[in-house]
C-alpha cells in the first residue's frame, strides 16, 4: 500500500499536525529577528568602539598591563586576518587601529633605544617589563634596530665602544638575549670588514660601481653572518642600481668610437652580469673594433690649424687673397692631410694622455698606449673666436649645431646667402674622417680647440668686455656696429655651453689661448692676471674646466716664471708653444708640447717630408 508523504502530514489521530508547523514557522521568525538584533548590536557596538580602542590599548601600555594591551590588539588583528579576501577593502577603519597602536608601541621603542645609544642610558625595570611584555610587537623593532646598528658600525657612523655599550644593555633583556649574543660574538668580524665596506660605499657613492662590486664581492668571499648577509644584499641593490646607466655608458662609448675605453668596461660587465645578451652583444662591438696595443715611446707630433677657408672663390677674389691663403688651409686641403697622416699610421691620441692631473701640486708623467703600429699625433684647431675683421675672406663666422646635434659652420656666401655645412670646418671634417676610419682615433680622441675671449667665442659675443672689440672689427671690414641686450648675451651663452658639451662628448678637449690673445712672454704679471681672470670668469664656465693654454703665436712664459706659476695655481698645466719639430718636456707640474702650424704657405715651402707629401695636398686651382 502506498502512502502520501503529503497526506501524513496533516492526517494525524489528534488532527493537529498543522499548529506543529506554525511552531516550527514562528521560532524561525523569533531566531531571524534575534539574529537581526546580534547582528546590529555588533555593527553598533563595533562603530561605537572604534575611538575606544586605540585610547584602550595606550592606556593598557599606561599602567603596565600588556597582556590586555595585547588583546585589544589580538582582537583587532584577529578580525583583519580572518575576514574574506574580498571583504578586504572595508576593513580600513581595523587596518588603520592596527597601525596606530603599532606606532604607539614603535614610539616607546624608539625612546628607549635611543637614549641608550646617545645617552648611555640603562633600561629601567619598566623599559624592560614593556620590552618583554609586548614581545610580540617589540622584537622586530628591536631586532631591526640592532642590524641598523651593525650596519652603522660597518659604515663607520657608530663607534666600537658605543655599539658594545648599546648591546650589553640589551643581552640580559631575556626577549632579546637570543638576537643580541650571535651580533654580539660578530662585531670582531665586522670591525675587520669596515674599510673595504667604506670603500665599496665610497666609489658607489662616485659612481664608480665597478670597484665598488668587486670590493663588495671580495668582501662577501671573505665573511659568513652578519657581514654576508649585509653586503649580498648592498651587492643585489648596487647591480640594480648600476645595470641600465653603465650599459648605456657603455653604449655611449660605442657611439663615440672609444672602443678601447668600451671593452674594458663592457669586459667587467660581462663578468658581473655573465649570462646577459645585450652586454654580451655590446662588447663583441667593441672587440671588433680594437687592436693589440703597446705603451709607445718616441715624438709625438702636434700640428696647429686654424678655421678652414669655406669659400675658396671669395678668398681668392679678395684684395687679400694670397695671405689667406697662406694663413689658412682649404677644406680639401684638410681633408687631403688626414687622409695622408691616416695612410701613413698616424693617430689621433688625447693631448692630456701624457699627463696626470689627478693631484693639484704635481703633474704625473705617463705613457702613452697606442695600437701597435701607430704614431701618435696631436692636432690643436687654434683661436676658433671667428672675428668679425675676416668677414667677406671665404671663412666661416661661427659654429652651430644641426638638427643631429653634430657641431658644423656657418659661412656668408658671394650672394650673401648663410650657409651652414659640417664640412666647411677642421671640426667637422675630423668628426666624420673618424666616422669613416674609427681606427685614426685611439679611443675617440680627436684634437685641442684653443680659444681666446677677444670679441667672440665661437662666433658669439658672450660678455659686455666683448662688444666694443666686436664693432671695432666689424667697422674695419665695413659692417655696422651692432649691441647685445642681458638677454642675448645670456642666449649666446647658452648656445655656447651647447656647442661646448656637443664638442666635449665626441672627443674634444678645450685650451685658452688668453682671453685678448696676448703676447703672454711680453705681458708683466698685473697684465696676465687681469687678462687670465676675465678667461676664467667669461669663457671658462662655457667651456668646462680647461688644463690647457696654446700660447697666441707661441710666445710662451717658462714654467718657472712667477707668472706661469700663477696659472699653474689656476689649474693650467699643459701648454703649447710653436716649434718645426714634434717635442715635449716634463717640467715643474707642468707639460710643454711644440706645435706645428700647418697652413697655406707652409704647405707650400716647408719640408713636410715625415708627415706626408704636401705636394698631395695642396689643392689645385684650375687658373694657377
Known amino acids: 500500500m502506498s502512502i502520501n508523504v503529503t497526506d501524513n502530514v496533516y492526517i494525524n489521530n489528534d488532527g493537529n499536525s498543522g499548529g506543529l508547523i506554525h511552531k516550527i514557522l514562528a521560532a524561525l521568525c523569533i531566531l531571524s529577528v534575534i539574529a537581526s538584533v546580534a547582528v546590529y548590536s555588533y555593527?553598533?557596538?563595533?562603530?561605537?568602539?572604534?575611538?575606544?580602542?586605540?585610547?584602550?590599548?595606550?592606556?593598557?601600555?599606561?599602567?603596565?598591563?600588556?597582556?590586555?594591551?595585547?588583546?585589544?590588539?589580538?582582537?583587532?588583528?584577529?578580525?583583519?586576518?580572518?575576514?574574506?579576501?574580498?571583504?578586504?577593502?572595508?576593513?580600513?577603519?581595523?587596518?588603520?587601529m592596527l597601525v596606530e597602536m603599532e606606532n604607539i608601541v614603535k614610539v616607546k621603542v624608539d625612546d628607549i633605544c635611543s637614549k641608550v645609544r646617545y645617552n648611555r642610558y640603562q633600561p629601567m625595570a619598566e623599559d624592560v617589563s614593556f620590552l618583554n611584555g609586548m614581545q610580540e610587537l617589540t622584537s622586530s623593532l628591536v631586532s631591526s634596530w640592532l642590524d641598523d646598528l651593525c650596519a652603522e658600525f660597518l659604515l663607520g657612523t657608530i663607534e666600537k665602544p658605543d655599539i658594545m655599550f648599546v648591546f650589553n644593555q640589551m643581552a640580559p633583556i631575556s626577549n632579546f638575549s637570543a638576537m643580541v649574543r650571535p651580533l654580539l660574538s660578530e662585531l670582531d668580524m665586522i670591525e675587520m670588514a669596515t674599510g673595504d665596506v667604506q670603500n665599496a660605499e665610497r666609489h658607489f657613492s662616485e659612481g664608480d660601481y665597478i670597484t665598488a662590486v668587486k670590493t663588495y664581492q671580495s668582501v662577501r668571499e671573505r665573511n659568513t653572518g652578519f657581514v654576508y648577509e649585509y653586503v649580498n644584499k648592498r651587492l643585489e641593490e648596487i647591480l640594480d642600481v648600476m645595470y641600465e646607466p653603465m650599459i648605456?655608458?657603455?653604449?655611449?662609448?660605442?657611439?663615440?668610437?672609444?672602443?678601447?675605453?668600451?671593452?674594458?668596461?663592457?669586459?667587467?660587465?660581462?663578468?658581473?652580469?655573465?649570462?646577459?645578451?645585450?652586454?654580451?652583444?655590446?662588447?663583441?662591438?667593441?672587440?671588433?673594433?680594437?687592436?693589440?696595443?703597446?705603451?709607445?715611446?718616441?715624438?709625438?707630433?702636434?700640428?696647429?690649424?686654424?678655421n678652414l677657408i669655406a669659400d675658396t672663390d671669395m678668398a681668392r677674389a679678395d684684395n687679400y687673397g694670397s695671405a689667406v691663403l697662406d694663413r689658412y688651409l682649404t677644406c680639401a686641403e684638410f681633408e687631403n692631410m688626414l687622409q695622408q697622416l691616416y695612410n701613413n699610421n698616424y693617430c689621433l691620441v688625447d693631448a692630456e694622455g701624457l699627463a696626470g692631473l689627478s693631484n693639484d701640486t704635481y703633474l704625473v708623467e705617463q705613457r702613452l698606449t697606442v695600437p701597435i703600429g701607430k704614431k701618435p699625433l696631436i692636432i690643436v684647431v687654434e683661436a676658433l673666436d671667428y672675428s668679425a675683421s675676416s668677414y667677406g675672406q671665404?671663412?666661416?663666422?661661427?659654429?652651430?649645431?644641426?638638427?643631429?646635434?653634430?657641431?658644423?659652420?656657418?659661412?656668408?656666401?658671394?650672394?650673401?646667402?648663410?650657409?651652414?655645412?659640417?664640412?666647411?670646418?677642421?671640426i667637422g671634417i675630423l668628426d666624420k674622417f673618424v666616422e669613416d676610419h674609427h681606427d685614426f682615433s685611439y679611443d675617440g680622441a680627436k684634437g685641442v680647440i684653443s680659444v681666446s675671449g677677444y670679441e667672440s667665442c665661437f662666433g658669439y659675443v658672450v660678455s659686455e668686455d666683448e662688444i666694443d672689440d666686436r664693432n671695432a672689427a666689424l667697422a674695419q671690414v665695413g659692417y655696422p656696429n651692432v649691441n647685445y641686450s642681458d638677454a642675448e648675451l645670456e642666449a649666446n651663452c647658452d648656445t655656447v655651453r651647447s656647442i661646448a658639451a656637443a664638442l666635449s662628448d665626441t672627443g674634444w678637449k678645450f685650451a685658452s689661448s688668453t682671453y685678448g690673445y696676448i703676447n703672454a712672454r711680453e705681458s708683466d704679471m698685473d697684465t696676465i692676471k687681469a687678462d687670465f681672470e676675465k678667461w676664467m670668469v667669461q669663457i671658462e664656465p662655457l667651456l668646462g674646466d680647461t688644463h690647457m693654454i696654446v700660447y697666441p703665436n707661441g710666445d710662451y712664459i717658462f714654467g718657472t716664471d712667477e707668472r706661469a706659476v700663477y696659472l699653474k695655481n689656476n689649474g693650467f698645466?699643459?701648454?703649447?708653444?710653436?716649434?718645426?719639430?714634434?717635442?715635449?718636456?716634463?717640467?715643474?707640474?707642468?707639460?710643454?708640447?711644440?706645435?706645428?702650424?700647418?697652413?697655406g704657405k707652409v704647405l707650400r715651402t716647408s719640408d713636410l717630408s715625415r708627415l706626408f707629401d704636401a705636394d698631395d695636398v695642396i689643392e689645385s686651382f684650375g687658373d694657377n
Not at 586605540?54 to 585589544?72: K, M, Q
Not at 667587467?268 to 705603451?295: G, H, K, M, W, Y
Request: with cysteine.
Open 573 to 599: 698645466r699643459i701648454f703649447f708653444g710653436i716649434g718645426p719639430r714634434p717635442y715635449y718636456i716634463y717640467g715643474d707640474n707642468y707639460l710643454y708640447y711644440d706645435r706645428m702650424i700647418i697652413n
Open 248 to 306: 648605456q655608458n657603455g653604449e655611449h662609448m660605442l657611439d663615440t668610437f672609444r672602443y678601447y675605453s668600451a671593452e674594458i668596461l663592457l669586459s667587467d660587465l660581462a663578468q658581473i652580469f655573465p649570462e646577459d645578451a645585450r652586454i654580451a652583444n655590446d662588447l663583441l662591438t667593441a672587440t671588433s673594433n680594437t687592436q693589440e696595443t703597446a705603451v709607445y715611446s718616441g715624438k709625438v707630433e702636434v700640428l696647429c690649424v686654424r
Open 43 to 96: 555593527v553598533e557596538g563595533f562603530a561605537q568602539s572604534e575611538n575606544n580602542v586605540v585610547p584602550a590599548f595606550e592606556a593598557a601600555l599606561g599602567r603596565g598591563d600588556y597582556d590586555d594591551a595585547l588583546s585589544i590588539y589580538r582582537s583587532v588583528q584577529d578580525t583583519v586576518l580572518s575576514a574574506n579576501p574580498e571583504d578586504a577593502d572595508k576593513l580600513t577603519d581595523e587596518n588603520n
Open 394 to 426: 671665404g671663412l666661416n663666422r661661427r659654429l652651430v649645431l644641426n638638427d643631429q646635434g653634430q657641431v658644423c659652420s656657418e659661412y656668408v656666401n658671394s650672394n650673401g646667402d648663410p650657409v651652414i655645412s659640417r664640412t666647411k670646418e677642421a
